[in-house]
Nanobody
């Protein structure tokens, strides 16, 4: 099992940037892919970005070109660099880890990190 802790959220003005972090501990070797999700008030949780151990990335259309997902192997930490933020990016952001079979290897969803984009 893997434990995940998200951090890095905050209040930022439209057009600004934030970098979110997802620190993993436990069975790191079981992680094949890491994904970032977000959930805005009154909306369902949605996939934002993902990255595999091979470095293959995927992004939701709404964030493509603005967000970048990456990994620091030495720190067992995944990042979501968010640029050109918009009000509609406001949400609680979560990460989740998956094995090669596509099943989550995290023992639970983390607490998430709040991102608020507002002037």
């Amino acid at each position: 099992q893997v434990q995940l802790v998200e951090s890095g959220g905050g209040l930022v003005q439209p057009g600004g940037s934030l970098r979110l972090s997802c620190a993993a501990s436990g069975s790191i070797s079981s992680i094949y892919a890491m994904e970032w999700y977000r959930q805005a008030p009154g909306k369902q949780r949605e996939l934002v970005a993902g990255i595999s151990t091979g470095g293959i990335t995927n992004y939701a259309g709404s964030v493509k070109g603005r967000f970048t997902i990456s990994r620091d192997n030495a720190k067992n930490t995944w990042y979501l660099q968010m640029n050109s933020l918009k009000a509609e990016d406001t949400a609680v952001y979560y990460c989740n880890a998956y094995g090669v079979d596509g099943v989550t290897v995290a023992d639970s969803w983390g607490q998430g990190t709040q991102v608020t984009v507002s002037s």
